[in-house]
């Protein structure tokens, strides 16, 4: 089915509901004028529509391949690329100098859920490249800056993380690779890295792999892993490729989803390899690039939240069953408004709160603020978890709208739920994120946790002429949520990674329901509609939620391993 991008829902939340005009009120961002956004959101909408959409059941149905040690791609992805490179899409936030736009992380954001929910095989391809970008303009030396990041901008190469080794999962300091000095400022790269998305490819020049690896005096652990830059080819000084590098594709994985994009078993011989950062400082250097993902990846599962819900609807206007009056088709039946409305009302919460993020970090960028960057670093996980959890809740739903025919694989239903499950567990797992969340993200003792709250609070009284009883329930929640994080904070950490899931997803549904009033108070009457079931519907979820946190990890072990085993 065709794909609409939501252009006017974008608008609508930089307008009202998000504060983008804060963003574009900055000397950095002075340029981002209304009039261009609105441009770059049509262009980037009619890509996504004509060009990208057309690829996402090839990508599935013609996965892409390893033959004789060289990928071949699904049909169409490397005309579908040619477009997003030469759109300039991939460096939409990247530095003007080096050939990027220049713009918000907010606007890449909208710009990123489009080409989600067009094809998200072939997304992920740009979305790993611009994270390796801001990367590299943190952390590289001038002479890897000026030699990586035009290529990279312009598309003409990509890049990828290289993290996970087969004994080394979310535990990274458990790596193995190793990285021996040259002699001449460069470094013998050898190990295997797994789970590496887009690890090559038939259609860009080059591919730049951002690897994690352990210097021989290093210490054990994390703090002993510094990152180096290996290219599949050696670049000449003057840009070009040259030498085929030592480092070849073992095998792709055989997934359950997103079969167009190529995820590959790396193994490194011997390659050539430049430091990106300080020695022993890779992880600080990759967490640029896994933040930037984080927020990407949220924004991943957003985009097939969009998607499936676009092509649940329209098979339920079509199909005509049973008798609920109207056109005879089902959507006039009530549990499929109820999932539809539903699908909608959680898709735009969760695209409220990861734009939201998008502009923390654009003020952070464009002031240098502190508080701003924590804003935007206890966003991100609520950004990646509930963002990710919504597509596949949305795409389970979108299935279960087609009935029986969502489970036959020619409707299309069901790559949606196939291709977002992995948005999940990528980029840190959503049990990681929350464990993050209550953790490191409360090391100021909830103050930003609270803050946020606090808005939304204030929002309330807004709405009190207009809206009373939706405001007080908002209000309420609200309320509850900050006595639950005071708890919280009080706890052991135990007890906080115990409850930590149900904590980031209630706090996620609050959050939701302050941007959803927001929006009714500022838009018309189907936005108070959809705020209303919302707020009435799914926000009470809250409440059981914060019941589960509040019960800490009391009676979490109390099966032994053999109650566990019983048959």
């Known amino acids: 089915m065709p794909y609409r991008a939501p252009t006017t829902d974008f608008t609508f939340l930089f307008d009202h509901v998000v504060g983008l005009d804060q ?27 004509e060009v990208l959409a057309p690829l996402q059941r090839p990508g599935d149905t013609h996965p892409a391949k390893l033959e004789n040690g060289v990928v071949r791609t699904s049909p169409g992805f490397a005309e579908g690329y040619r477009a997003i490179a030469e759109g300039g899409w991939i460096g939409m936030s990247a530095d003007p100098e080096n050939g990027g736009m220049g713009l918000p992380m907010t ?72 990285a021996v000095p040259n002699g001449d400022g460069t470094y013998a790269i050898s190990g295997q890295k797994i789970y590496i998305s887009w690890g090559d490819n038939d259609f860009t020049e080059n591919v730049c792999h951002l690897v994690l690896a352990r210097l021989p005096d290093a210490v054990e652990g994390t703090k002993g892993i510094s990152l180096f830059m290996v290219p599949k080819f050696l670049p000449n000084d003057d840009g070009s490729v040259g030498a085929r590098n030592d480092l070849r594709v073992v095998s792709l994985e055989h997934k359950m989803g997103l079969h167009g994009s190529p995820t590959a078993v790396m193994e490194y011989s011997g390659a050539t ?76 919460a969760a695209r409220a709160i990861g734009l939201s993020c998008a ?98 609070m204030n929002d309330t009284k807004a709405a009190q002429e207009t809206m009373p009883e939706l405001a007080q329930e908002v209000w309420d929640a609200a309320n509850t949520l900050c006595e639950t994080t005071e708890w919280l904070v009080a706890q052991d950490m135990q007890d906080r990674f115990a409850g930590a899931v149900p904590y980031l997803r209630a706090y996620a549904r609050v959050l939701g329901a302050g941007f959803h009033l927001r929006a009714a108070l500022k838009g018309d009457d189907a936005r108070k509609a959809l705020a209303r079931f919302y707020i009435e519907r799914l926000l009470p979820e809250h409440e059981g939620l914060l019941a589960q946190v509040r019960r800490g990890a009391q009676g979490l072990y109390d099966l032994s391993l053999d109650d566990l085993a019983a048959a």
Not at 25 to 38: G, H, S, W, Y
Not at 113 to 126: F, G, I, R, T, V
Not at 149 to 168: D, F, H, V
């Open 23 to 49: 963003v574009t009120a900055t000397d950095r961002f002075e340029e981002a004028t209304p009039e261009m956004i609105e441009a770059i959101l049509t262009e980037a909408a009619k890509m996504c529509e």
């Open 107 to 178: 606007v890449t954001t909208a710009v990123n859920e489009m080409m989600s929910s067009a094809c998200l095989s072939l997304q992920l391809n740009p979305l790993m490249t611009q994270g390796q970008i801001e990367a590299l303009e943190h952390h590289a030396s001038d002479e890897l800056k000026a030699l990586y990041l035009p290529k990279l901008i312009s598309g003409e190469w990509c890049g990828t993380m290289n993290l996970t080794e087969p004994q080394a999962g979310s535990d990274v300091g458990a790596l193995k690779t190793k």
């Open 273 to 348: 390899g430049w430091m990106v950062g300080a020695e022993n400082g890779g992880m600080a250097a990759m967490f640029t690039m896994m933040n930037n993902a984080r927020l990407g990846v949220g924004v991943q599962g957003i985009g097939v939240a969009e998607g499936a819900y676009q092509h649940a609807l329209a098979y339920a206007l079509d199909r005509k069953q049973g008798k609920a009056g109207g056109s005879g088709s089902i959507v006039e039946h009530a549990d499929v408004r109820r999932m539809l409305t539903a699908m909608k009302a959680d898709t735009m």
């Open 359 to 456: 502009v923390a970090i654009d003020m952070a960028t464009a002031t240098g603020d502190s508080a701003w960057k924590s804003r935007a670093a206890f966003l991100t996980p609520i950004a990646k978890a509930f963002g990710t959890d919504v597509g596949m809740a949305v795409a389970q739903e979108g299935v279960q709208v087609h009935g029986g025919m969502g489970f036959v694989e020619e409707t299309g239903a069901a790559q949606y739920s196939r291709d977002v499950r992995v948005t999940a567990i990528y980029e840190g797992t959503n049990g990681i994120q929350a464990m993050d969340l209550v953790a490191r993200k409360m090391m100021d003792g909830g103050e930003m946790a609270i803050a946020i709250l606090d808005e939304v």
